[in-house]
C-alpha cells in the first residue's frame, strides 16, 4: 500500500485519523493542546490499538469462547494501518527536518 501525502496534508490530522481507524478507546482529557498533543494523543490511540490487537490474539489462541477469528483479524488490521499510518507521517516529518536543516541561511 502506498500512501501518497500531499503538501497540504497536516501531520498532526493523519495521525488523527490513524487514530480514528484504529478503533482504540478515547485518549484521557486534558491533553496539552497544539500540535504536540495531537501527536501524543494520536500516538496513544494507536499504541492502544495495538494493544487491543495483542490482547485479543492472546485470547483467541486460548480457544476464550467470547473472541471470535473476525473480531481478532479486525483488530489486527486497524493496529496495522494506525502504525503504517504513523511510520508515513515519522518519515514526512524526518523529511522535513532534513530539508530545513540543509537550507541556506
Known amino acids: 500500500m502506498d500512501l501518497k501525502l500531499g503538501p497540504s496534508a497536516a501531520s ?3 495521525l488523527s485519523a490513524a ?3 484504529s478503533g482504540a478507546a478515547k485518549p484521557p482529557a486534558g491533553t496539552e493542546g497544539g500540535f504536540s ?3 501524543k494523543t494520536a500516538l496513544q490511540t494507536v499504541s492502544a490499538a495495538q494493544s487491543q490487537s495483542s490482547r485479543l490474539q492472546g485470547e ?3 480457544e476464550k469462547p467470547a473472541v471470535s477469528l473476525e473480531e481478532t ?3 489486527i488490521q486497524k493496529a496495522q494501518i494506525g502504525f503504517q499510518a504513523t511510520l508515513h507521517v515519522r518519515n514526512r516529518m524526518v523529511q522535513a527536518y532534513t530539508d530545513i ?3 541556506q541561511v
Open 101 to 103: 536543516m540543509n537550507m
Open 60 to 62: 483467541l489462541q486460548m
Open 19 to 21: 487514530a480514528r481507524l
Open 73 to 75: 483479524m479486525v483488530a
Open 12 to 14: 498532526a490530522g493523519i
Open 37 to 39: 498533543g495531537a501527536l
